[in-house]
Structure formats: structure tokens, C-alpha cells
């Protein structure tokens, strides 16, 4: 069997690939970028095969024609634009293209093709200020109970692509889901071009392989999840019995709220020296966290129950697992 990963050179996208191969599976990453030497020397090194198609994933016959060679029979549609204000002001179109329209284009090429499932990646950002109280729900977001109000070109978009998904699956035998990701940080996450916001984490791992301080506005608490333990979570639900999946929609989360700075007592125990705290008054902080507010935690109940798969807990495992990859490969993986 062959998972086709669109996106495959992107940040879930190159954890979605080296959790495959190291299962000895063979994968096809499809994108429109190369494969960066770091990644390329970590997937050379495992067990399974992989092919690098490149291809834009905003016009249909290149997906299409991947799909069919590589006779691909699941598909992982993380092709994504992540975008800031600067680019929904300058270029909006350029998020709805890959967002939307390539995934349009993905889902037609794989119903044609006959593949037997594939899973739309798409962002808890869907709920919009349904994740802040904003809709009157208070309390962890439903995938089916939250009322979604995205903001945000990004939110718009993948909410958008859940509504395609579903679309989609009701006109043709394809099945296909969508996930929903919390705030997501780990292994292979970089600014490539399509990826505009660094998360909180990585710019303090950063940091602290650099030996500079970090400075943080406020203390967060989010269901920060690891790329790695997403990786496992989508794997386990391409390979759940269509049967047992009576949703279309799965939130995936460590459903555990935790700061950047409870993050960073890990970090300075693998980089001594490494200092934290919080600005003072007039002080800019070195640390973006993207938000002055912290939205609702995700449910994790549904992938749990549906796919049977919940996601590790073990916040100092998972910390010791990415101060080690920053360690390996972040004085390189930074320079894109």
C-alpha cells in the first residue's frame, strides 16, 4: 500500500512521512518545494521507500497524474498557505488556492483513482471565536457542538475544507475526513514560505539552542501538541475500519493545557544557561505567542473513542524527545 502525503515537504507533512517509513511503509511526498538535506538525510536513513513528486498542487493534472503512477490508496492532503495579516492583505488568493482549490483537485483525482481513504488536515483555527467564548459556548470545543465563527483567512479556508470534504464524500464512494489540529509544535516546523507564524515553542527552542533569553508577554495555556504524537494520531485513523468511523471531523490534541514557560523548564535542563521570563513593563518580548487571549482546549474524545487512539501525555518525554531533535538539527534546519 502507498500513502501519497500532499504537502510532504511541509511541517505535518515531513512528520506524517518519517512516522510511515519508520513503520517501513512507502510514501509519496508530493510538493511543490525540494526536499531540505536535513529531512532528506533522516528519511534517507529508515526503513521504508519514498518518492519525491514535485508538482503545484493549484493545478489538477500534476496531483492527478502522481496519484495514479505511484497507484496511491491513501492519501494525506497537509498541502497548506498558514498565513499571517501581512499575506491575507497582500495575496489572500494565494491561501485559497492551495487551500481549497488544490485540495479540490486532490479530492477528484483520488475518487477517480479509486483510493480507498483520505484525510483533509485541517486546523482547530476552523473554530474561529467559537474557541474563545465568543459563540456563548464555553467549556473544551466539539467537533459537532462548538459553533464555528472563523475570522481569519486561514480559519475560513479550512473550515471551508470541511465542508468540500463532506461534499465531496456524499457524491462519490471516496472516503474521506477531516482532522482538526490543535496548536501544534515539534520536529520538522519551519518557515518555508507557506508557513508564516512560528509556534511559541520552536522560537523558545530556538532560543535556547542559541543561548539567548526568552522574553514572554503573558504565561499561556494551551493543548500544545507535539508534530511527532500528530503523526501517530493520523496514521492510527487511516488505518481505523471505515465502520467504526461514524464521524467526518476529529479534533487531534494532547488535550493537556500547559504554558510555553512550563515548556522552557525542560528546555533550560538540555541547554544550561538558558534563561526565561517574563517582559517587563515596556520591555518587547522576544517570544510571539500569536494571540493577547488562549482559546478553549480541544476534545479528544472522538478520535479516541471512533479510531481507539489518544495521544501520549508525558510532557517531560516529549520535551527530552525535542530538545534532542533541536539539538541535531535545529543549527542547520533554521537557515531555510
Known sequence: MTALIAGGCGFIGLALAERHLQDGDTVVLFDRNGLHPVAKARLDALP???TLVQGDIREAEPIAQAIRAHRVDRVFYGAAVTSGPDRERDAPESVIEVNLVGLAHTLKAAAKAGVRRLINISSGAAYGTGAFGDTGWSGPLDEYGTREEPFKIYGMTKFGSERLVRRYAELTDLHAVSVRLSTIFGPWEVDSGARDTLSAPMQAALAARAGTPATFARED???WTYSRHVAGALTA????????????IFNVTSARQISVMAMCSHLAAAFPGFSYRLAEAGETPTINLWSDVDRYPMKPNRLADEAGHRLPDDLAATMADFAGWIRDHGAFWDRI
Open 237 to 248: 485513523l487511516m488505518a481505523a475500519p471505515a465502520d467504526r468511523l461514524k464521524s467526518d
Open 221 to 223: 495555556h494551551l493543548d
Open 48 to 50: 521504508g521507500t519514498y
